[in-house]
Nanobody, 115 residues
Framework: QVRLVESGGGLVQTGGSLRLSCAAS????????MGWYRRAPGKQRELVAL???????NYADSVKGRFTISRDNAKSTVYLQMNSLKPEDTAVYYC?????????WGQGTQVTVSS
């Protein structure tokens, strides 16, 4: 059974930074797309960023220029570097690994940005 283990969430002040990590256990190969999503209180889940196996990235407009997604295929791990955090970034962040025949989700990690 594959699990995605997230880490790096927490409480930070406006303008601060956090780095989220998400690793598959056990390691898996053939991950086509790795992504980060978030769900803020009272809102629907939304895409934050994704990265393909070739390194192509895509970001939500709200985080462009502030967040950076990266991946380490050898470690089955995806990262999200979040800079210049704003209170509106407060949410539970979920990682997602998409393979051709399977789709995996992390359990979620809370990010809280205080004003």
């Amino acid at each position: 059974q594959v699990r995605l283990v997230e880490s790096g969430g927490g409480l930070v002040q406006t303008g601060g930074s956090l780095r989220l990590s998400c690793a598959a256990s056990p390691m898996i190969v053939g991950i086509t797309i790795m992504g980060w999503y978030r769900r803020a209180p009272g809102k629907q889940r939304e895409l934050v960023a994704l990265i393909t196996s070739s390194g192509t990235t895509n970001y939500a407009d709200s985080v462009k220029g502030r967040f950076t997604i990266s991946r380490d295929n050898a470690k089955s791990t995806v990262y999200l570097q979040m800079n210049s955090l704003k209170p509106e970034d407060t949410a539970v962040y979920y990682c997602n690994f998409n393979l051709i025949r399977n789709d995996y989700w992390g359990q979620g990690t809370q990010v809280t940005v205080s004003s």
